[in-house]
Structure formats: C-alpha cells, structure tokens
C-alpha cells in the first residue's frame, strides 16, 4: 500500500487547482518550487524534457522511484517511449508509467536504509533511524509469526482485531510502526508513506498488549528506507499515468 505525500507547496496547489478539472497531465515540482506541466517525453542523465520545448536541468542523475504497490528503488534514471529504466549497482529495472506513483530526487545521503528482525513478542523494536517530519518511508517485510489464532505474515490474520492490541486498527499478527511516542500505524508487507512526525522509527508485531510471553513466535524481517520527501532542494515528478 502506498500513502500519497500531502502536497503542501504553493506551488503545487495553484498546479492542482489549474489542472484538476482538464485531462491528467505529467507534473514536476523543481527543487525551486516551481511547477512544470505537460507530457513528459524524456529523461536524459539530469534534463527533463516535457512537450511544449519545456525541460528541466536537475543537478542530479540518480533519483528514487516510488512504486504503486508501495516498494521503492534508487539508480540513475532514464525515460522513454513511457517506461522509465532505473540502473544501480544492484542491476538494472524498467518501469511503465502506470506502475509509478512518484520519482524523488534528492541527495543519496540523505537517505538510511536498515535491516531488522521483529520478533512475534518483543513488542516495539527500535530501527534506530531518525526520521523528520514529511520524510518518506519505504517498508518491505517477510517471515511469518504465530499467535493461537494462527500463523500469518506482515499482513496479519484476516477477520481477527483487538481492542487491546498494540495497534487496535491493524489485525492481529501484522507488522506495525510508530515514530517516538505517536501512535501506531499498520504496515503489512509493503507500505511507503510521509513520516507524520520526528523522532525514531519503531516496529512490532501487533499482538495484545495484556498477552503473556508465548512459547510460539517466530519474526518478520524488516527493509527500511528513509528518504528526503517533497520540499527545499528536492525535485519531484508525479506521472499522469500512476
């Protein structure tokens, strides 16, 4: 699941209130704050180039791509003919429009990424990455942990919820997150989103919080990313097509 970034610059409402009632069309928001409208025609290294002999000059050639179904990646970008390549260290990546939500560019070292177990009856476990309000979290987990319900990955047991639990809106067994002291938020096994506050990322397994220690268990592991969200010194690019 990925949770759209509340769009907050001026910029960007004067371009939503201009563009909301015509066709969809590809929007970019500079690092500057301005708006850039259009069809988007290529990605060359760092020039954006749009219809209308509009383009963009970026300082940078790498950037983040955040996908529909809430997983990111990083690496230089390129686009054409509707599909965006990504090319890192890692390999290489293709893209159809329709399948992205937003590209980000930003300073690499911005970002932190970690790799955590999340043990069925720890309860919070602590990332140990700071995040600032509106940055953007990237969470992708696996494993399986088992309750006397059941047994389920991230996502939890369908049909089953508990007032008591440490999250009461997530299902019984999914992964969850708060930062510092906020309230929790379910996660699952895929979920990108804006950090709603500051402070340090915590994960659990939603489980009651009045449960006694259990002799079952099992752990979920844990891909975090933090990067810079939309704002001062980052581009972005919202598809029309994601």
Known sequence: MIIKYPLVL???AFLLFMTGCSEPVDRMITAEGLAVTGELLRIEGSVVSFTGSSSVTLDRSSARIYLNEGTSERGTLSYSEGVFHVSSAQGSSSFKAEEIEMVVWSSPSSEAEVSLTVPAWDGWINSRIDVQEGDLITVTASGN???ETGTCGP???EMYSTTTA???????GQLVMRIAESPGV????EWTGPAAGSGQL?????LPVSSPESDDGGVFSVDVVRSSGPGPEVAVLYPAAG
């Open 10 to 12: 001026p910029a960007v």
């Open 145 to 147: 942990v088992t309750m």
């Open 155 to 157: 996502e939890g047991l």
């Open 166 to 172: 440490l999250v009461p809106g997530a299902t019984n």
């Open 186 to 189: 379910a996660v699952g096994a």
């Open 202 to 206: 915590y994960f659990a397994v939603n």
